[in-house]
């Protein structure tokens, strides 16, 4: 497991904004950890989801 992130974090190291983040999220496309009550996301396993969507949306 690489590092964990917050949403925002996360949207910065994908170049997207934080509420695209937590869509992509709660629809399943990245994956996230709870740790209590904030969500957190594997840095490797984000960037890998992350060109893995994009790619079949370019497919479509």
Do not use: C, H, W
Not at 26 to 42: S, W
């Amino acid at each position: 497991m690489g590092t964990l992130l917050n949403a925002k974090d996360a949207a910065r190291a994908l170049g997207i904004s934080e509420r695209t983040v937590y869509r992509l999220s709660a629809a399943g496309d990245i994956p996230q950890y709870r740790v209590g009550m904030q969500l957190r996301f594997d840095e490797d396993e984000l960037r890998i989801a992350f060109r893995r969507n994009k790619a079949k949306a370019r497919a479509s």
